[in-house]
């Protein structure tokens, strides 16, 4: 299943890196390759259909914030919707909200099966997938992650500009873009006046 993907292991710590490529190989990444340093990633060549980029809880926060905003922001549209997952152990809950707020696709804490762990990265294959688009966040929909959160009535009713993107990832033709919608916050909010 993942042998048409790349995997991206970005993590300053090589023996991060060595133990996580042993087990990203017998998962059956087809190309696998360790980024040292994040601002490396712009120059990598997003070569095969999907690229997973895998990020370590040996990173900084900064990294992982550089990282994302390097893998968001590629000039190849797709590869924008790359999968972006953190591989960690024990993790407390205001870390995991961090990394979710960050734009990462998925956690993965150790230790854990292979099986499991394939399992987890499958999610990320072939369904449907929304992504959100606003002033200062692109990733995947993270509301659901922050239901005690005392603005999420404000983000789920749209009173902010944003736009979804519906995704699939398929390990052959890559990302595709099902579907655009644009929110206009002000249009939303004249037609509520004019309606109430």
């Known amino acids: 299943m993942f042998n048409r993907s790349s995997a991206f292991i970005i993590c300053a710590d090589g023996t991060w890196a060595k133990s996580f490529h042993t ?8 190309h696998i390759e360790h980024i040292s340093k994040t601002k490396q990633l712009s120059a990598v060549p997003f070569s095969r259909p ?81 992504y ?19 603005d999420v009535g404000d983000r789920r009713v749209g009173r902010s500009d944003f ?8 390990p052959f033709k890559g990302v595709e873009i099902l579907d655009i919608y644009d929110h206009q916050a002000d249009a939303q909010n004249v037609q509520r006046e004019q309606a109430g």
């Open 50 to 130: 999907l690229q997973f980029c895998f990020l370590t809880q040996a990173s900084t926060s900064e990294e992982i914030r550089l990282a994302t905003k390097i893998v968001r922001g590629h000039k190849h549209e797709r590869h924008r919707f790359s999968p972006m997952i953190m591989l960690a152990r024990e993790l407390s809950r205001p870390a995991i909200y961090d990394y979710i707020a960050a734009g990462l696709d998925d956690i993965l804490q150790f230790p854990c099966s292979l099986k499991f762990m394939s399992s987890r990265l499958g999610r990320q294959l072939n369904r449907q997938l929304k």
């Open 23 to 30: 087990v990203l190989a017998e998962i059956g990444f087809g």
């Open 132 to 150: 959100y688009e606003t002033e200062d966040y692109f990733g995947p929909d993270r509301r659901r992650h922050h239901d005690d959160a005392a």
């Open 163 to 170: 736009r979804r993107h519906l995704i699939r990832r398929d």
